[in-house]
């Protein structure tokens, strides 16, 4: 060793790292085969992990928001997805609401829908 130019600790030969390194390697599969197995324990494909963060916006037919004529503004509500829960778009929103600043919702602010 001393010819490559690597200090040698005294009484530490490969046989003293076997058996961390061996542990190391038992774990790393134990782990890999458990996770594999918990990936398609269901069968199904995990979804991404970005979906987990956007709520499914449920489709409503136009005659339920016909009766309806103005939204309450709620936490995280943005003007795209009052639109889009109301099935109005957002030029109409701004056309009906001239005083309500896209960019400055209020919660319990009340926005025309008609």
Known sequence: MGRLGVVAVPGRGWRAYSLPAASLLAVSVFVALARHRLDHSTGDTPAPA????IKPVKAHPAATHAARSAYVVKAGDTLASIAAQTGLTEA??????????PTALFIGEKIRLR
């Open 92 to 101: 109409a929103l701004v056309t009906l609401n001239p005083s309500v600043t």
């Open 50 to 53: 970005h979906a987990q963060l």
